[in-house]
């Protein structure tokens, strides 16, 4: 097999078109980031040949860098099949009442659940005109999420900025160090009093994954004058959102792309691996891009997008350096 030369692959990757469910969709991160961290956890997922997921990389295949430099990282951890804290994030607006989407929605959250492993809990929040309201708590009694979707009824305007916005912190109280915000929408914001770029300032440097599900026919036309606004997509939105915090983008209305980008979602999560390093404090407190580097056969991984904070350890004993030679 012929082994490709070492690639600087970074979280997000612009794509032509926007695929079916199961399939890579990601968008290069613009935004920066709001808040300043103390340790700078990494989860990502690593993709081979096939779109198959990585389970057997070495810390040796990693090649950490911040702002394009080489930093150490002082963790290396494999979570597959490690249980994992999920909070289901669901669109309760009136648009979810068209084209069968809460029933799309539903349907998807019953197939997460149905994949559920020993440890897993599960959170879901609804949100429509306000913020996010908690509906079931976190639990291992999936048949608490089935009774509350039962009674979700679309209705309303979306806040869909200030719901979102909420979500990072509210996946805490998950018991498992491996998290996922699970986002089920169709993108439509309408109510919403933060902005867009507030919004991607809260979201862009986060731990947590989010995988957003955009409840819509991938070849729907967007153009099309017969039908109603509320029925299109903000597909750039939830793109955005999903690249920004090393998640996933699927799109798809039917049983067999909903359960297709539920088993996707389910091997990316299992099969995760975390690295991580304490800023030095040194330095200016700006946004700091982070990318992976990894030998031949990664074809693509899925990572934050950066951090805010000082520099990395390595950055700062080279600028020391650099300022030892200068006097």
């Known amino acids: 097999m012929i082994r490709m030369s070492r690639l600087l692959i970074c979280a997000a990757v612009a794509l032509a078109a926007f695929p079916a469910f199961g399939q890579d ?44 430099s080489p930093v150490r990282s002082d963790m290396f951890e494999k979570s597959q ?16 009442a068209l084209a069968g989407k809460m029933d799309s929605a539903r349907a998807a959250i019953g197939a997460l659940i149905a994949h559920r492993r020993p440890g897993d809990d599960f959170a879901l929040y609804v949100f429509a005109e306000s913020q996010a309201r908690e509906v079931v708590p976190f639990t291992e009694k999936p048949a608490d999420i089935t009774r509350a979707l039962a009674n979700v009824s679309p209705y309303g305007k979306t806040a869909f900025f ?54 819509r026919e991938p070849v729907e036309p967007m153009k099309s004058t017969k039908r109603p606004r509320e029925d299109l997509s903000d597909i750039g939105l939830l793109n955005e959102v999903a690249a920004l915090t090393g998640g996933k983008l699927y799109l798809g209305n039917t049983p067999q792309q909903i359960a297709e980008a539920v088993s996707h979602i389910e091997e990316d999560l299992r099969a995760q691996y975390l690295i991580g390093f304490a800023p030095t404090g040194k330095g200016g407190i700006k946004y700091r891009t982070i990318t992976l580097k990894l030998n031949g056969r990664a074809r693509a ?14 950055v700062a004993a080279r600028n020391k350096q650099t300022e030892r030679k200068r006097s």
């Open 81 to 96: 099949d490690a249980p994992v804290s999920f909070t289901i994030l669901l669109d309760g607006s009136g648009s979810m």
């Open 162 to 215: 200030d719901a979102l916005a909420t979500m990072p912190e509210r996946s805490k109280l998950g018991r498992n160090p491996s998290r996922a915000i699970i986002l089920l929408s169709d993108g439509i914001d309408n109510a919403s009093s933060i902005t867009r770029g507030a919004l991607a300032q809260q979201l862009q440097g986060i731990s947590v994954p989010i995988y957003s599900l955009g409840l």
């Open 25 to 68: 969709v990601a968008a290069p991160p613009t935004m920066s980031e709001s808040v300043n961290v103390g340790y700078v956890m990494i989860p990502f997922t690593v993709i081979g040949e096939h779109g198959k997921p990585i389970t057997d990389l070495h810390n040796a295949e990693v090649d950490l860098r911040v702002d394009g």
């Open 301 to 314: 991984v899925r990572v934050r997008a950066g951090y805010l904070g000082t520099e990395p350890p390595l």
